[in-house]
Structures are given as structure tokens and as C-alpha cells.
């Protein structure tokens, strides 16, 4: 700009107070002294007024407006300055606009850092998770070639664990891609009605063998046997209750319990899955559903399992438009709950009872 806002403020007070004089200046009886004085007195408030409102409503806001285009261009959106310091400006709309456009375009790169943050961390923990049953079958293979072949015992022994390693990566690769074919939508759930307390007593029987290596109970809790029917996925709800209850008696020491509880309500029906295991930290309860989290890495990779089960369950629930939880007491046990769509089969069944028989 040619002029800053002292020099225009300047130059209009002077056009202002010559202005007036000149009008006084017609009246006879006014004297020189009074023009003089009224001169000084029109030009310095006139000045003093012009001054603030050209710095403080025009100048300031348009600096302000051209530093915030050139944080802009340079794509630094952080020093793009909040207009509500200055709710008087008459620029302040543009101001709004402008701070606006930076808040979301800093939000996104803040997003984009996220995700590329978390992409490294994938791919490093899926690089480490795939390197270990790798390098485990290799190690085998290549010791059975350098001679341990011809010892039978040996063989059998060291085939049997590349194996188990290469199973443990078949089980990995599944995981993965059915992480990824949910978040791309090509999973599609197939809802149907079914007795989800049917489905839990299946799963019971399956784990009844391992439970009893441990002596652990496995028990529904406050349930009678009149069945609760859902509408959902059966496919899926048996993966996501399978991989709760492995949990549950995969943390729980000997002679503890996994329960299942169900609570009824008007539209849905929540599922409860506890366990009396040595539960989970505070500081880790926000992260449990990410995938490779582990609460103790150590312990978890003796254990066995990939670290992605309790991201699947978190992707099948919210599938059906729910969202899984968890509460837990370190030492005590965890509990994981989630709410799925009751079904109207009940009522669909009542009117078959009291329908009359054809027959009579």
C-alpha cells in the first residue's frame, strides 16, 4: 500500500479541520484565535478517531488477512490467527471464512499424519508378526537339510514345528485379509434370526476340552433356558463370541470362570462375556482393540494367537451398528459387552402357539 493508516488519518484530518475552519471562517463573529483553536482542536480529534479506526478495524484486519494467505500458501495453517479476538471488525466475516478454511485443512493434514503414522506402525508389526513363524519354519527346514533329515526322530519333531509355524502364519494371513476386506466393505453381513443362547452352548462344547485343562467353569449367569432369539450374522457372531471366550480362558488362571450373560431389552439384546482373569490396566483399556496390541507382549507371544482378534470383533460389531466395550479391574477380571438387534421371532412363535391346529 501507498499509504499506511498514520498517513491517510493525517490527510484526512487536515482535509476535515481546513474543512471546518473555513465554515467558521464565514462567521463575522468569530475571531482568528477561535479559528485557530477550532483548527487544532478538529484536526487532532479527527486524527486521534481516524487513526484507531484505520489501525484497528481496517489496516490491522487486512495484515492480519494477508499474513493469513501467506501461512496459507506456504500451507502452515497452525498461525492462522481465531477472528473472534476482534468481533467488531467489519472484515471479521472474512476472517471467519479464512480461519475456517485453515481449521479443516489442519485438521486434515493432522489426519493424514495420523494415518501415516499408523501406517508405519502396521507395517512394522506386520512385518515383525510375519518375520516370526517365517523364520521359525526356515530355521527347521534348513536344519532338517543340513543333515538332520536322516535322523527320523528328528525329522518327524522338526516337521511337525514348521508346521505349527506355518499354520500360525496361515492364521495371521486370514486375519489380515479379513480385516481389510471389512474396512473395504467387501465383507457384506448376512443377517438372519437365531438363538443366540444356542449358539454360545456350540461354543461351550468346543472349548469344554481346554477349559478343562485349566478346571475353569464356563456358565451362563441369571439365564434360564427359554431361547433369546437376535437378528444378525450367525457366521460372524460365532467368530466374535469364539474369540472372546478363547480369551477368556486363555488369561484366566487355573480354577477361574467365563460367563456369559444376556440382558433383554425392548429393541436389542446385550451380551455380556467375563472372565475372572488378571484383567487389563487402565492405560491399555483405549487400546485393545487395535490390531497387534498386546497388553503383555512377552506373555501374549507364549501364549500364542496373532493379535487380531480383538480387532476383528470390534469390526464385526460395528457392522451390525453396534460397538463393543470393555470394563476391567486389574487382578479381578474383564468384562466385554456389546448389543446386538433383538429378533421378533419370540412373538412370530407366540402366535404359531395359539394359533388353533387345521387338524381339529
Known amino acids: 500500500m501507498l499509504l499506511n493508516s498514520r498517513a491517510l488519518a493525517l490527510l484526512l484530518s487536515v482535509s476535515i479541520s481546513v474543512i471546518t475552519t473555513a465554515f467558521l ?5 468569530v475571531t482568528v484565535t477561535a479559528l485557530f483553536v ?3 482542536l478538529s484536526f487532532s480529534s479527527s486524527y486521534l478517531l481516524i487513526s484507531l479506526v484505520l489501525e484497528f478495524l481496517f489496516f490491522k484486519e487486512i495484515n492480519g488477512i494477508n499474513e493469513a494467505f501467506e501461512n496459507i ?7 492462522v490467527d481465531d477472528p473472534s479476538s476482534n468481533p467488531l471488525s467489519p472484515l471479521n466475516r472474512i476472517n471467519e471464512e479464512i480461519y475456517s478454511y485453515a481449521k479443516i485443512k489442519q485438521r ?22 510375519l518375520k516370526t ?10 536344519t532338517l537339510l543340513d543333515g538332520a533329515v536322516e535322523d527320523k526322530s528328528v ?51 468346543q472349548f469344554e476340552d481346554k477349559a478343562e485343562k485349566k478346571n475353569i467353569k464356563l456358565s451362563y449367569t441369571k439365564l434360564g433356558k427359554a431361547p433369546i432369539y437376535v437378528h444378525a450374522d450367525f457366521q460372524r457372531i460365532y467368530q466374535v463370541l469364539t474369540n472372546l471366550i478363547s480369551n477368556g480362558i486363555k488369561y484366566t488362571k487355573d480354577e477361574g470362570m467365563v460367563e456369559i450373560d444376556f440382558e433383554e431389552g425392548k429393541h436389542d439384546v446385550t ?18 482393540f487395535e490390531r497387534f496390541y498386546r497388553v503383555e507382549k512377552s506373555r501374549s507371544k507364549e501364549k500364542g494367537g496373532t493379535g487380531l482378534g480383538l480387532a476383528i470383533v470390534k469390526h464385526i460389531i460395528e457392522a451390525h451398528g453396534s460397538k463393543v466395550s470393555v470394563t476391567s479391574t486389574v487382578g479381578k477380571g474383564s468384562t466385554f459387552f456389546f448389543k446386538l438387534r433383538k429378533s421378533d421371532v419370540e412373538e412370530i412363535e407366540v402366535l404359531r402357539d395359539d394359533s388353533p391346529d387345521e387338524d381339529e
Do not use: N
Open 108 to 129: 486434515e493434514i493432522d489426519e493424514l499424519k495420523k494415518m501415516e503414522a499408523f501406517r508405519r506402525e502396521f507395517l512394522a508389526d506386520v512385518s515383525h508378526e
Open 38 to 40: 477550532a483548527f487544532g
Open 133 to 142: 513363524p517365517i523364520f521359525a519354519a526356515q530355521g527347521f527346514v534348513h
Open 25 to 29: 471562517y464565514l462567521v463575522p463573529q
Open 271 to 288: 451380551v455380556f462375556v467375563k472372565d475372572t482373569g488378571r484383567g487389563i490396566p487402565p492405560e491399555d483399556l483405549k487400546r485393545v
Open 73 to 79: 500458501r506456504k500451507k502452515d495453517f497452525t498461525e
Open 155 to 205: 525329522r518327524i519333531k522338526f516337521l511337525k514345528k514348521a508346521a505349527k509355524s506355518l499354520d500360525g502364519l496361515d492364521i495371521l494371513v486370514h486375519d489380515l485379509l479379513t480385516i481389510s476386506q471389512m474396512e473395504t466393505g467387501e465383507i457384506k453381513m448376512h443377517f438372519e434370526d437365531f438363538d443366540i443362547r444356542e449358539l454360545t452352548e456350540e461354543i461351550f462344547e
